[in-house]
C-alpha cells in the first residue's frame, strides 16, 4: 500500500470515529454529572485505537526479545552478559527474573535492580580482565549500527567484525552465544544500520560457532521459528529484504 493509499485509510477511519466519540463523549458526560467526585474535562480525542488489535505481537524486537529471554530461563546461566541490546525490551524482559550485565557504549545513568552496567566500546575492547568472562552472552539488534557513528562511536568501516571478534574473546568456549542482526540484501543504510546477507554471515561464525537454533522474522513481521538453514534459504536470505536473523549458538 502506497504512502497516500495508508493517509486515505487513516482519514477515513479518523472521519468515522467522529460520531462514536461523540455518542461517548455525551454518556460520560451525562454520568459524571450524577457522581459527586470532581475531575476536570479535557478533549484528547483518539479516533483510531477501536479498531486496532490489543498490541503489538509481531516484528524483530518482538519476537527476539522474547525468544531469547526465554532460552537464557531455560538455560539458566551462571552469569549472562548482553552487548547493546534495548534496556526497555531484552534487558528488561531478562531483569525481571536474574541479574544481567550490559556493555554499552552509551551511558546508563539509571540504577536498575538486576542490572549491572559496564560502558564500553567493543570495537576498541582491550579489557583483558573480560576475557573468557562468561558462558552466556547476547547481542540483539546491536552488531549492525557498530561504526556508523549513530551513537556516538567512532566511525569504522569494519565496526560490526571487531565487535563480534570481543565478544568472541569475551565468550568461553562452549559458551552460548545469541545473536540477531537484519537479513536480506547486503547493505548499509547509513547512519542508520547494516543488513547482512546470510552467506556472509554464516561465512563470519564458520569454525567459530556451531549453530544451535536458527529462527528469522520476515518481512510482514511474523515469527519462523527453528528453521532449518537450508541453502535455498540462505541463498535467497530467508526471502527478505529486512528480516531479522535470530541465532543461538555455541563456542567451538
Same mark, same amino acid.
Given at each position: 500500500?502506497?504512502?497516500?493509499?495508508?493517509?486515505?485509510?487513516?482519514?477515513?477511519?479518523?472521519?468515522?470515529?467522529?460520531?462514536?466519540?461523540?455518542?461517548?463523549?455525551?454518556?460520560?458526560?451525562?454520568?459524571?454529572?450524577?457522581?459527586?467526585?470532581?475531575?476536570?474535562? @479535557?478533549?484528547?480525542?483518539?479516533?483510531?485505537?477501536?479498531?486496532?488489535?490489543?498490541?503489538?505481537?509481531?516484528?524483530?524486537?518482538?519476537?527476539?526479545?522474547?525468544?531469547?529471554?526465554?532460552?537464557?530461563?531455560?538455560?539458566?546461566?551462571?552469569?549472562?552478559?548482553?552487548?547493546?541490546?534495548?534496556?526497555?525490551?531484552?534487558?528488561?524482559?531478562?531483569?525481571?527474573?536474574?541479574?544481567?550485565?550490559?556493555?554499552?557504549?552509551?551511558?546508563?545513568?539509571?540504577?536498575?535492580?538486576?542490572?549491572?552496567?559496564?560502558?564500553?566500546?567493543?570495537?576498541?575492547?582491550?579489557?583483558?580482565?573480560?576475557?573468557? #568472562?562468561?558462558?552466556?552472552?547476547?547481542?540483539?539488534?546491536?552488531?549492525?549500527?557498530?561504526?556508523?557513528?549513530?551513537?556516538?562511536?567512532?566511525?569504522?568501516?569494519?565496526?560490526?567484525? @571487531?565487535?563480534?571478534?570481543?565478544?568472541?574473546?569475551?565468550?568461553?568456549?562452549?559458551?552460548?552465544? #545469541?545473536?540477531?542482526?537484519?537479513?536480506?540484501?547486503?547493505?548499509?543504510?547509513?547512519?542508520?544500520?547494516?543488513? /547482512?546477507?546470510?552467506?556472509?554471515?554464516?561465512?563470519? /561464525?564458520?569454525?567459530?560457532?556451531?549453530?544451535?537454533? /536458527?529462527?528469522?522474522?520476515?518481512?510482514?513481521?511474523?515469527?519462523?521459528?527453528?528453521?532449518?538453514?537450508?541453502?535455498?534459504?540462505?541463498?535467497?536470505?530467508?526471502?527478505?529484504?529486512?528480516?531479522?536473523?535470530?541465532?543461538?549458538?555455541?563456542?567451538?
Amino acid at each position: 500500500m502506497s504512502i497516500k493509499s495508508k493517509i486515505k485509510v487513516l482519514l477515513n477511519i479518523k472521519i468515522a470515529g467522529i460520531p462514536w466519540f461523540l455518542h461517548d463523549y455525551r454518556e460520560f458526560i451525562k454520568q459524571m454529572k450524577n457522581h459527586k467526585v470532581e475531575f476536570s474535562m @479535557k478533549l484528547y480525542p483518539i479516533l483510531t485505537d477501536k479498531y486496532k488489535e490489543s498490541g503489538m505481537a509481531k516484528g524483530h524486537y518482538f519476537y527476539q526479545d522474547l525468544i531469547i529471554a526465554q532460552r537464557i530461563f531455560e538455560n539458566q546461566p551462571l552469569k549472562h552478559v548482553d552487548v547493546g541490546s534495548r534496556i526497555d525490551g531484552f534487558v528488561a524482559h531478562v531483569a525481571s527474573y536474574r541479574e544481567i550485565e550490559i556493555f554499552d557504549i552509551r551511558p546508563l545513568q539509571a540504577n536498575i535492580k538486576n542490572i549491572k552496567f559496564i560502558q564500553a566500546d567493543l570495537m576498541n575492547f582491550t579489557n583483558n580482565e573480560f576475557y573468557n #568472562y562468561t558462558y552466556s552472552i547476547s547481542a540483539l539488534h546491536s552488531i549492525e549500527h557498530f561504526g556508523l557513528g549513530r551513537y556516538g562511536d567512532p566511525i569504522d568501516f569494519d565496526g560490526h567484525l @571487531k565487535g563480534l571478534n570481543s565478544i568472541y574473546k569475551i565468550l568461553k568456549k562452549g559458551g552460548k552465544f #545469541y545473536f540477531s542482526v537484519p537479513i536480506g540484501p547486503q547493505r548499509v543504510e547509513f547512519n542508520a544500520h547494516r543488513v /547482512f546477507n546470510l552467506t556472509y554471515l554464516l561465512s563470519l /561464525f564458520k569454525d567459530k560457532y556451531s549453530i544451535d537454533s /536458527f529462527s528469522f522474522v520476515d518481512d510482514k513481521g511474523e515469527l519462523n521459528y527453528d528453521v532449518a538453514l537450508t541453502d535455498n534459504l540462505v541463498n535467497n536470505n530467508c526471502y527478505c529484504n529486512y528480516g531479522c536473523g535470530i541465532f543461538e549458538m555455541t563456542k567451538l
